[in-house]
Structure formats: C-alpha cells, structure tokens
C-alpha cells in the first residue's frame, strides 16, 4: 500500500505564504523521485515542482521558480512545498505524487510517470 496525503492549504492573502506537506506512507521516501502538480478549476493538470531521489536536485515549472521550494524530511517520511509571494494565478488544488521511474528530472514534468497520487489541497490566493 501507498498513501500520500496532502495538508497545509487554505486562504492566503497575495504576497503571502503556505507550506504544504505531503505524508508518504512508503518504504523509503528515498526510493521515490517527489512531484507537486495543480488544478485550477477548468484547466489541465500542471506540473509545479519536483525533487530527485538520490539528492536535493530539484526543477520547477518556470512560473514559480525563485518563488517555490519543494523539499523533503526522510525521518517524517515527508515532503514539503514552501510557497512564497503568492498569486491569485497559484490559486488550485495541489497534489503530490511519487514516481519509481528513473528518467532525467525535466521528465518528471510529465503526469504519467507518477504512480501514486494524493486527494489533493486546496490554496486559494485572494487578490
């Protein structure tokens, strides 16, 4: 069994800040390459974040970068995204998800190479 599920949503004021966290009931957090995805209502899922396996090597989609983190914490068995300076334009669900697949990390902004997925947490950015 693999569970991920997401917490830390909710409404924040743009320039703001929200950490989420993402608990992974896995083996090893260190066997799973890491993503973050969002949904805006109407829109198709969108890549945000991801971290390696095997180090702290990230890459992020361009409209957050300088503005995201996506970090991990192996004893909690957790990832995390930090977000600052928020927008009304970062508003959406945002899920997690874990990827076995060993691929160069711009790959990773593709969907189909996770196998896990959470139910995902609502940010909402008010203007």
């Known amino acids: 069994q693999v569970q991920l599920v997401e917490s830390g949503g909710g409404l924040v004021q743009a320039g703001g800040s929200l950490r989420l966290s993402c608990a992974a009931s896995?083996?090893?957090?260190?066997?799973?390459?890491m993503g973050w995805f969002r949904q805006a209502p109407g829109k198709e899922r969108e890549f945000v974040a991801v971290a390696s396996r095997s180090s702290e090597s990230t890459y992020y989609e361009d409209s957050v970068k300088g503005r995201f983190t996506i970090s991990r914490d192996n004893a909690k068995n957790t990832v995390y995204l930090q977000m600052n300076s928020l927008q009304s334009e970062d508003t959406a669900v945002y899920y997690c998800a874990a990827s076995t697949r060993m691929n160069p990390l711009p790959a990773f902004r593709g969907a189909g190479l996770y196998g896990y997925w959470g139910q995902g947490t609502q940010v909402t950015v008010s203007s």
């Open positions: 896995l083996r090893t957090l260190a066997s799973y390459t």
